[in-house]
């Protein structure tokens, strides 16, 4: 985050305020006001304060990050401010420059983490990782949770942890089955860095093989997911791309660089032949599959996040950091106007369909969860039960549970018809 955001500055010898953000060691002294932070009292922290305007003027000036980064910047200083995500935090070349690890190009990313540099500063609260994805398999017999660089699989009916895999580098920011439930692909990479995607092939008994890494992104990816009907999947970066790949070869067939910014999510409609992506640039896009050509561009105030599409495909539905959620058309042709919009207190972060359409349902980060029937039209269910902003949502096929994780790496499941929660992990 700090090299995309704030190395274009503060670096240098002239650089603003005093703040060189080049090297770890730079970063730790500070600017003109002095050193940052003090590990473990984020919130006090002058990094914090810039970032959220508390201090002015506000950082990035005119450009302010999203409350989750900031929260993640709060919380990696709650946490100690242990630099781990690269080799060798060097004094010269960027804190966040260099390529992935080489340990974890070879043996999988558990082996980077070594780096650590520990401070003798007061104990960091030590907080569980965020649960960052949900996905129930096509079965809808295992619930895959995102954490920091895992998966695990959870029984749906009680939340019991029946197998923990090791995932890609840093937070699993996306999950998708393959249709037939036989693959597993989580999502995610080093900010700055790369991005890189992991695919475990089950037996469907419990029994996955070690996954394959693949690493073309040159950013972190923050979404994932397969194409219906295709031995493929489709990939969303902080590089501002889009890749198709061929899960066989994990090849790249094509790479859709429509967006001028980050891209934060990636959706194939049901009948495979949709696929649409959602965009810092403030707008979603809306491309033919098999062509890859661009049939409509829809526009949102603010950073569009999250989007899905209706399993009839009638309908894509885009959340945006304007705390709007629009639902559109979908057809050839310019599409203008959302054909309705709802809105929340905070940015929904979050969007799911019921794979038989009957309901629709959204986690924000002011901890709700609505459930509306299958046409957004009408809300059905509110349900308040978390306790952090809700980062991952799904619902089970015909919509009898829906489950959502989110900031605190708790995973909650509710009861639709009641809105009873049947247990949260
Ligand atoms: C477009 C250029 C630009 C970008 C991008 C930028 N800054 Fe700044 N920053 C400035 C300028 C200019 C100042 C001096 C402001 C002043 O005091 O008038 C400053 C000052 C600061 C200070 C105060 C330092 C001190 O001790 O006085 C902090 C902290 C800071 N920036 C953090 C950040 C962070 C973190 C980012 C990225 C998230 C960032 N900035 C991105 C231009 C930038």
Redesign the pocket.
């Given at each position: 985050?700090?090299n995309r955001?704030?190395l274009?500055?503060?670096a240098g010898p002239a650089a603003?305020?005093?703040?060189s953000?080049e090297s770890a060691a730079r970063l730790r002294s500070?600017?003109?006001?002095?050193p940052?932070f003090t590990p473990a009292r984020g919130a006090e922290s002058?990094?914090v304060r810039?970032?959220t305007g508390a201090?002015q003027?506000q950082?990035?000036?005119g450009?302010p990050?999203s409350l989750e980064t900031i929260a993640v910047m709060r919380r990696w200083i709650d946490e100690g401010a242990v630099v781990d995500t690269f080799r060798t935090p060097g004094e010269t070349g960027g804190i966040l420059r260099g390529a992935l690890p080489q340990s974890t190009r070879r043996r999988g990313p558990a082996a980077g983490v070594r780096s650590a540099r520990r401070t003798s500063l007061p104990a960091p609260v030590r907080q569980s990782a965020p649960a960052t994805a949900l996905a129930l398999a096509p079965d809808g017999r295992q619930l895959a949770v995102g954490g920091y660089r895992s998966v695990r699989l959870l029984d749906p009916n009680t939340g019991t942890v029946v197998e923990t895999l090791s995932g890609p580098a840093d937070q699993v920011l996306g999950l998708t089955w393959s249709p037939d439930g036989k693959h597993l692909a989580a999502a995610g990479g080093i900010s700055g860095v790369g991005g890189e995607v992991c695919i475990w092939e089950g037996s469907g008994t419990g029994h996955w093989a070690a996954p394959r890494h693949l690493q073309e992104h040159s950013d972190s990816i923050q979404a994932i997911t397969w194409r219906p009907g295709h031995r493929q999947f489709a990939t969303a970066a902080l590089d501002r791309t889009v890749r198709l790949w061929d899960a066989d070869t994990g090849k790249v067939l094509r790479t859709l660089t429509d967006h001028v910014d980050a891209v934060w999510g990636v959706a194939y409609s049901v009948d495979g032949r949709w696929i649409a992506s959602a965009s810092g640039d403030r707008t979603a896009k809306l491309y033919n599959a098999a062509t890859g050509r661009k049939v409509a561009s829809l526009a949102h105030a603010e950073a569009v996040t999250a989007l899905t599409f209706s399993p009839k495909g009638d309908l894509l539905v885009t959340a945006a950091a304007d705390r709007q959620v629009r639902v559109w058309p979908v057809r050839e042709g310019p599409i203008e106007n959302p054909l309705r919009s709802r809105s929340e207190e905070e940015p929904v972060n979050a969007l799911a369909f019921s794979a038989d359409g009957a309901a629709f349902a959204w986690g924000a980060s002011n901890r709700r969860v609505r459930l509306w029937s299958g046409d957004v039209q009408q809300q059905t269910r509110e349900l308040r039960d978390a306790e952090d902003w809700l980062y991952a949502i799904t619902l089970s096929s015909t919509a009898t549970q829906v489950f959502a994780a989110g900031a605190d790496g708790r995973v909650y499941c509710w009861e639709t018809a009641t809105g009873r929660l049947l247990w949260k992990k």
């Open positions: 985050m700090l955001e704030c274009g500055c503060h603003p305020g005093g703040l953000l500070g600017g003109r006001h002095g940052l002058l990094l810039y970032l201090m003027p950082m990035p000036p450009k990050l």
